[in-house]
């Protein structure tokens, strides 16, 4: 079991965002979850990210504050402990179009491991 308290998290920076700090609150460390990583989002107002997709699945997690989200044409408003699955390869924009910070959990799996040769 691993026990890691909130001064112990490490910040990261997230390709494609701004205006945002990330914390990773669990991941890639020993003792650690072994397939997904814990990060810890706070967007100032006009903060944001995309458009961009990854590979791989992400849930995202409002705790405080409110998230628009946009897909596909689709516009929606994540607010507190609202929640989403962002598919593989699924083009995504969001941004916080509020004057109150956003705080969000991010799920995100790790990286595949390269194919021994």
Not at 31 to 50: E, H, K, M, V
Request: net charge negative.
């Amino acid at each position: 079991m691993l026990i890691k308290r909130f001064e112990e998290a490490r910040p990261y920076d997230a390709p494609h965002h701004w205006g945002v700090s990330g914390l990773r609150l669990q991941g890639f460390e020993e003792g650690g979850p072994t397939n997904q990583w814990i990060g810890y989002s706070q967007f100032l107002p006009g903060g944001g990210a995309g458009p961009d997709a990854t590979p791989f699945e992400k849930v995202y997690v409002v705790l405080e504050g409110e998230m628009t989200l946009e897909w596909d044409g689709r516009t929606e408003v994540l607010r507190a402990m609202d929640s989403c699955t962002i598919p593989p390869g699924q083009v995504r924009r969001i941004e916080n179009r509020s004057n109150h910070v956003c705080k969000m959990l991010v799920v995100i799996p790790y990286p595949p491991k390269p194919k021994s040769e």
